[in-house]
């Protein structure tokens, strides 16, 4: 439980310096808008290719991905439905709100937790597969065509295909993924630059995360619902649906214990960087990353021990 814990305790121990140097001056909101875009082009890229590139391709293919895959369906079937009584919600609204809904933090959490409940790591490859090379590419090519569209630049078919090509992040995992199943080998001199690179990710993000909240929560009637919402789908709604799907599919305990814990994860602070690259909905990604954060603690645990009791 030590490893579980700790991992809570890295991440808000960045965040508070995040707090801190935005409180004492050091950091604006200037420097929150560098650090995200510095994590969006140049870290999160590289942590992406090297993740991808050494996983264990056996376990990026393994069931509980299909699990997976409908846990997030119903997740973000139950946001798209309810975010159409809100009818002021734009497009790209509701393609942050649906990252919010079902995109865990995989790498700041995900790790320390598949370490101490599955004994593990590995059990990490197919979210990170189904999150990078298929939520986030499709989610930010819709971003990607908003944004040409509002700046009002021409836009073609080839355009419109290649769109995922010129977005930083897509081209890691992308490329991660042809080095991880055509076994190509990555020179040790690439390797260890962006191993270098790619832990500027997850500090940069915190870092940005935390300048954010250096004025505290502020709830607004109109997007307190939504936050609300969006918490107990995150919270709730995810890992129960992977739960259901687990037994209905016949796993076996130790894959459905993988497929529930990962959906019970908190939404990632790489939602924020995505609001905050496309300049959508940052309020909302702030308040329910920090909800999510805190309330996890305890509902991972419990939903460890409903695994148990049902397998």
């Known amino acids: 439980m ?5 991992g809570f305790v890295t991440i808000w ?16 909101e200037s420097a929150e808008k560098v650090l995200n875009r510095l994590a969006f082009a140049v870290g999160m890229p590289s942590l992406m290719f090297v993740t991808l590139s050494r996983a264990n391709a056996s376990r990026i293919f393994s069931t509980n991905v299909l699990v997976g895959l409908i846990a997030v369906g119903v997740s973000i079937l139950a946001y798209l439905l309810a975010s159409y009584l809100r009818p002021r919600a734009s497009t790209g609204h509701r393609v942050i709100g649906a990252f919010c809904a079902c995109y865990v933090n995989a790498n700041n959490m995900g790790i320390p937790i598949s370490a101490y409940v599955m004994k593990d790591t590995s059990w990490v490859a197919p979210l990170l597969l189904m999150q990078q090379g298929l939520m986030q590419p499709i989610g930010l090519s819709i971003l990607d065509l908003l944004e040409t569209r509002r700046a009002g630049r021409a836009s073609s078919w080839l355009r419109n295909m290649t769109t995922p090509l010129r977005n930083p992040m897509t081209l890691g995992v992308l490329l991660g993924l042809v080095f991880n199943l055509a076994h190509l080998p990555v020179p040790r001199l690439v390797g260890d630059s962006l191993d270098l690179l790619g832990g500027l990710a997850v500090p940069c993000m915190l870092i940005a995360y935390g300048i954010s909240l250096r004025n505290g ?5 109109d997007e307190g619902a939504e936050t609300l919402y969006l918490c107990v789908l995150k919270l709730f709604v995810q890992p129960l649906a992977a739960l259901a799907f687990a037994w209905l599919l016949g796993l076996d305990q130790a894959t459905a214990l993988a497929a529930v814990v990962l959906a019970a994860l908190p939404t990632a602070q790489n939602v924020f960087v995505f609001s905050s690259r496309y300049g959508i909905a940052q309020r909302l990604c702030r308040d ?9 603690i305890v509902t991972i645990a419990g939903f460890v021990a409903l695994v148990h009791l049902i397998w």
Do not use: N
Not at 288 to 296: A, W
């Open 13 to 28: 121990v960045v965040i508070g310096v995040g707090v801190l140097v935005a409180r004492l001056g050091v950091l604006d």
């Open 288 to 296: 329910v990353i920090l909800i999510t954060t805190l309330c996890s």
């Open 217 to 221: 929560l502020h709830f607004h009637l």
């Open 2 to 6: 030590f490893d579980v814990l700790s």
